[in-house]
């Protein structure tokens, strides 16, 4: 019985994909449609996080990129030359910034945008 039903839904779908283009319209499967659909909320969601790096200043993505090797406060004052608390207080800055809420957000939003491998 589920294959007729199926067997069904295929014919229903073609009679309205020939009754679409007989009306001079287009026709889209729907399941085409809702993964053309995902792509694109995938790719708003790229560009919007892209922009939102790309709003840090330089010193800001430098020490975006020195969190994402892993490296403490302690590590950005002394290869900044910056005192413990402006190190800090500049990390904070970014997530804030970002929206994100800690450094393993910071991990997800830098592979999101392709600043590390999907594989990390």
């Not at 589920?2 to 229903?12: A, G, Q």
């Not at 995902?38 to 939102?52: C, I, M, P, Q, V």
């Not at 804030?96 to 491998?117: P, T, V």
Request: with cysteine.
């Amino acid at each position: 019985m589920r294959f007729r039903h199926l067997k069904l839904s295929n014919e229903d779908c073609i009679n309205r994909c020939l009754r679409e283009i007989r009306d001079g319209k287009q026709y889209i499967d729907p399941s085409l449609s809702e993964a053309m659909i995902g792509l694109l909320k995938e790719e708003e969601k790229f560009d919007s996080n892209e922009k939102r790096y790309n709003s840090l200043f330089e010193k800001e993505q430098e020490i975006f990129r020195i969190l994402l090797e892993g490296r403490s406060l302690k590590e950005i004052e002394f290869i900044l030359g910056v005192n413990y608390k402006t190190a800090s207080a500049d990390k904070n800055k970014i997530l804030k910034k970002l929206g994100l809420n800690n450094i393993g957000e910071l991990f997800l939003f830098a592979k999101d945008i392709g600043l590390i491998s999907q594989d990390a």
